[in-house]
């Protein structure tokens, strides 16, 4: 079972769509999100806040969060960052660490 859950996104970050669904083991929110390259700095942060909510506030027992996040400079394969540490790639890379690492 599943149902559109638009209690997620009280940022109001600008591209995302939300839903809770129900196996009979447990209760899964799945996420898709669109960050434009051309976002800006409160879109960004809107982005970062929505992830911690997401992980953080929510009853269910596993958070799926894809999409496409467009920082060229990330290298998930090899956990790096090509830019420096006050860039909106390393906040973001950041982020998606400890919220990965915190489950």
């Not at 859950?5 to 939300?18: G, H, K, L, M």
Request: charged share 25%; glycine share 2%; proline share 1%.
């Amino acid at each position: 079972m599943s149902s559109t859950n638009n209690n997620v996104n009280i940022e109001a970050f600008e591209d995302c769509v939300w839903c809770n669904i129900q196996t009979t083991d447990e209760k899964i929110l799945v996420g898709v999100c669109f960050r434009s390259p051309n976002s800006t700095e409160v879109n960004n942060l809107k982005l970062r806040k929505l992830f911690e909510r997401a992980v953080e506030v929510t009853s269910c027992d596993r958070v799926l969060i894809m999409g496409d996040f467009n920082h060229r400079e990330l290298d998930y394969n090899n956990y790096m960052v090509k830019a420096d540490t006050n860039s909106e790639a390393y906040k973001f890379f950041m982020m998606t660490q400890d919220l990965s690492s915190s489950t």
